[in-house]
């Protein structure tokens, strides 16, 4: 069965610091990859998704940038923090719509909860 | 008008009752339509998929009305551990060849022993 792993649960981090969250998934092969932000009182924001190696589109203007260097492995990481960065970060993966099962569910991770004082 | 909207409650509800949540989206275009569901400070995780003759989960039943662009969610025999917010969730396939959700903020629920 398939799982999605992301590390750190939580973090705190001054303003101006650099920021890298990880993710990974498991038993499953080329997956449709996606980061979410989930700021208080507000809705699951997409910010970032990639439909292969090192294939990243863009949802958001802002300080924040992802890579993708591995199949499986998906990274948010940010230069200098801001205050408005503070929220809840979730990995998301699909499976590929051009594989033999296509659906267009997306499964999430357990998330990072960001704080940035 | 927003994207995806729903009534942001909460719904206060006595175990045992049935409660029905509403959810309208702006794009005639979509294509796919979920709930999800949404413990505190956890992840969203997948309710049940809407199909367009609707569907029912056990005490889940879901609709879509596509001339309203209207999905509801009707959940039969509250239990205590239906206390969580409800993601209404439409999906639009993008340029790249993924799929992208877009969220409605949720409807609260609280089921009252």
């Known amino acids: 069965s398939q799982t999605i792993h992301q590390w750190p649960a939580t973090l705190v981090q001054p303003v101006g610091s650099p920021l890298s969250l990880e993710c990974t998934v498991e038993g499953t092969s080329n997956p449709n990859l996606y980061w979410y932000r989930q700021a208080a009182g507000r809705g699951l924001q997409l910010l970032f998704y990639?439909?292969?190696?090192?294939?990243i589109s863009s949802e958001v203007p802002q300080n924040l940038s992802a890579s993708r260097p591995q199949d499986r492995q998906f990274i948010l990481s940010s230069k200098k923090l801001l205050l408005s960065d503070s929220g809840f970060y979730l990995c998301a993966w699909s499976v590929d719509p051009r594989g033999a099962m296509i659906t267009d569910t997306q499964y999430f991770g357990p998330g990072t909860r960001l704080t940035v004082l | 008008r927003k994207e995806v909207e729903q009534d942001p409650g909460p719904f206060n509800v006595p175990e045992g009752a049935t409660v029905a949540f509403n959810c309208t989206y702006s794009n005639s275009a979509s294509q796919s339509f979920f709930w999800y569901r949404q413990d505190c400070r956890k992840e969203p995780k997948l309710l049940m998929s809407v199909y367009s003759s609707g569907n029912e989960d056990g005490r889940f039943t879901a609709q879509l009305n596509r001339a309203s662009q209207y999905i509801s969610l009707l959940i039969r025999d509250s239990k205590l551990s239906d206390s969580a917010t409800y993601l209404c969730?439409?999906?639009?396939?993008?340029?790249?060849?993924?799929?992208?959700?877009?969220f409605g903020k949720g409807t609260k629920l609280s089921v009252i022993p």
């Open positions: 990639s439909v292969g190696i090192g294939q």
């Open positions: 969730v439409v999906n639009m396939r993008s340029g790249a060849g993924s799929y992208q959700l877009t």
